[in-house]
C-alpha cells in the first residue's frame, strides 16, 4: 500500500509544479528534466518520499545557466588574473545588460546609415587621455600588440631590450608574439643593462620600431639600468610602448607604474594597454598615439580579427564615464578603515573563530610588482580555506603561516553580510568549535 514506487509522481506532473515550471523558463526545459528523472529515480527506489519531490529538484538546480561560480575576491589581489581581473562597476554591468538586446552599436540613429562602431566608447577614452591623438579599442592587451606589431612590423625588424623580453602569464610571451607575426626581433643590452647606445647601433633602415615593454610582473634589483621613453624617442624610429596595466594617467599611490598620458608626452608614439587591470574595466586592449597611426592601425585587414563585442563597448564607456569602477576604490581605501572593517567582521563571525590583523594587499595581473597596498584581512584557521572556497558563493582568501587570511581590500562592503554566513557555514559543516583557532 505505501510502497513508495506507486506513489511516485509522474514526470510531466512534476515539471507541471509551479516551481518546477519557473525554473525550466530560467534554465531551459532539457536540463531541468534530467534533474526530474534523477529525484524521480531515488523516490523510486524508496530513498525520497513522493512529497519532497519538487524541493529536491529544485535544491539540485543550478541556480544559473553559466558553470562559472560567483567568487567573493577575499585574496587582496586588485586584480587577479584567475578570477577575471577587474570587477565591474555597477555603472559597466547596467550598461552590459542594456547592450545585451540590439543596440545602435553601428548605426547612426539621426540618419539611418551605419555609423562609428563604438563611437561613445571611443570619445570616452579620447576624453579620458586627450594626450592621444588617436584611439582604438581590440580584444585584450596582448592583441593590442599583435595589431602593432602586424601593422608596423611584419616583415620589418622591432627593437627590444632584453630586460623586456616578458613572460605574461599561462606560458605566453611577448617576444613569441611578435615573432609569430613575421617580425625581426632585435635584442639590445644584458638582462639588467641597456644603454641609449645600444639601441642606436641596432637601428637600421628595416627598423619599424622601437618596443618598450614594462616588466609588469617582476622587478629587478641591484646594478640596472634602462632607457626611458623620452631618451628612446630621440634615435628618430616610432616608439611603441606596452605599458600593461592600463593607467591613463599617474597615480599616486602607484609611483613606478607606467601610464599613458606620461608615456605619451614623453615622445611615444603608441601605447598598449590592456582595459582590464588598473583601468578597471572589461577585458579589453587600448591603443593610444598619434591620430594617422591609429588611424592606419584601425584599417588594417587583421584590425577586424581583433575587433571587440558591443557588450565590451558599453562596459569600457560605462567604466570610463561613470562612478568609480572597484579597482580605483580598493586603491583608494585606507588601512585603518579596512582595519575597522576586519575587527567587525571577526566580531559578527564570533571571536573565537576569526581576529582582525592587518595584512598586505597586491595590485597583481600584471601591475606595480613588489608594490605593497597596506590592508587588513580576518585570520580563520586554514582548514576553512577549502570548504570557503568550494561554498556558495565561493570565498577565496589566502593562506599565510598556517592561517586562512580573507583580505578586505578586494571585498565590497555589501558583500560582507555573505562573508559571515559563508564562514559559519564552513566552520558548521567542518565542525570547527569556537575556540579553536
Ligand atoms: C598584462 C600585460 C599584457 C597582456 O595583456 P592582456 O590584456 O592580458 O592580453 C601585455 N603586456 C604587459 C606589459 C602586460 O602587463
Do not use: W
Request: charged residues 20%; aromatic residues 2%.
Amino acid at each position: 500500500m505505501d510502497d513508495p514506487r506507486r506513489r511516485t509522481p509522474r514526470t510531466d506532473a512534476v515539471l507541471a509544479a509551479p516551481t518546477v515550471a519557473a525554473a525550466a523558463d530560467r534554465l531551459g526545459r532539457d536540463r531541468v528534466k534530467a534533474a526530474v528523472v534523477e529525484v524521480l529515480a531515488e523516490c523510486r527506489a524508496g530513498s525520497l518520499a513522493p512529497e519532497d519531490v519538487v524541493d529536491a529538484v529544485v535544491a539540485r538546480l543550478p541556480g544559473s545557466s553559466t558553470s562559472m561560480r560567483p567568487v567573493v575576491n577575499a585574496t587582496g589581489v586588485v586584480v587577479h588574473t584567475n578570477l577575471g581581473r577587474a570587477p565591474l562597476s555597477t555603472a559597466a554591468l547596467e550598461a552590459v545588460t542594456l547592450a545585451a538586446g540590439p543596440t545602435d552599436v553601428e548605426l547612426d540613429l539621426a540618419t539611418g546609415t551605419r555609423g562609428r562602431r563604438g563611437a561613445g566608447a571611443l570619445a570616452a577614452l579620447s576624453a579620458a587621455c586627450p594626450d592621444a591623438g588617436g584611439v582604438h579599442v581590440v580584444n585584450n592587451g596582448a592583441a593590442a600588440l599583435a595589431l602593432v606589431a602586424c601593422a608596423l612590423g611584419a616583415g620589418r625588424e622591432v627593437v627590444i631590450a632584453r630586460g623586456e623580453l616578458v613572460e605574461i602569464g599561462d606560458g605566453f610571451r611577448i617576444p613569441d608574439l611578435v615573432q609569430s607575426l613575421g617580425v625581426r626581433l632585435v635584442e639590445v643590452g644584458t638582462t639588467n643593462r641597456v644603454r641609449l647606445a645600444d639601441y642606436e647601433a641596432a637601428i637600421g633602415p628595416d627598423t619599424a620600431f622601437v618596443l618598450k615593454v614594462h616588466p609588469s610582473n617582476f622587478t629587478v634589483e641591484g646594478f640596472t639600468s634602462s632607457v626611458d621613453v623620452s631618451a628612446l624617442a630621440t634615435l628618430g624610429v616610432p616608439v611603441v610602448a606596452d605599458i600593461g596595466s592600463g593607467l591613463l594617467a599617474p597615480h599616486p599611490r602607484l609611483p613606478d607604474e607606467p601610464d599613458a598620458a606620461t608615456t605619451l608626452r614623453a615622445g611615444a608614439a603608441l601605447v598598449t594597454a590592456s582595459g582590464d587591470k588598473l583601468l578597471g574595466g572589461p577585458q579589453c586592449g587600448l591603443l593610444l598615439g598619434s591620430a594617422p597611426l591609429v588611424e592606419s592601425l584601425r584599417r588594417h585587414p587583421f584590425a577586424r580579427a581583433l575587433r571587440v563585442d558591443k557588450l565590451t563597448l558599453a562596459a569600457l564607456e560605462a567604466t570610463l564615464t561613470g562612478p568609480t569602477p572597484p579597482v580605483a576604490a580598493a586603491l583608494a581605501a585606507r588601512p585603518e578603515d579596512l582595519l575597522a572593517r576586519a575587527r567587525r567582521l571577526a566580531v559578527a563571525i564570533g571571536p573565537g573563530l576569526a581576529t582582525a590583523v592587518e595584512s598586505e594587499g597586491r595590485v597583481g595581473g600584471g601591475g606595480a610588482p613588489g608594490v605593497p597596498l597596506p590592508s587588513a584581512a580576518v585570520a580563520l584557521p586554514s582548514s576553512l580555506a577549502t570548504p570557503l572556497r568550494l561554498g556558495d558563493p565561493s570565498v577565496v582568501g589566502h593562506v599565510k603561516d598556517g592561517r586562512l587570511l580573507l583580505d578586505l581590500l578586494t571585498v565590497p562592503e555589501e558583500r560582507e553580510a555573505d562573508v559571515v554566513d559563508a564562514v559559519r557555514r564552513a566552520a558548521a559543516a567542518a565542525g570547527t568549535a569556537e575556540g579553536a583557532s
